[in-house]
């Protein structure tokens, strides 16, 4: 899915080197001109991040 629809409670899947599975959930999606900051729950906590506006994340389903 592309950076531009995601929306809060959408879950992003990212695989490990180990194959391994983590799941972070949306919390906020903010437009930054070119670029996205998408705002994240992790295990650690909130965590934002910035992403160019064509990128592509995997969601779960």
Known sequence: MRINQ???GHSILETT??????RFEVITVRS???RYEVTLRTAMGLESVIYPANA???IAA
Do not use: A
């Not at 080197?17 to 983590?22: Q, R, T, W, Y």
């Open 17 to 22: 080197d180990k194959g391994e599975e983590i």
């Open 56 to 58: 592509y994340v995997q």
């Open 32 to 34: 930054l001109g070119r």
């Open 6 to 8: 995601l929306e809060p």
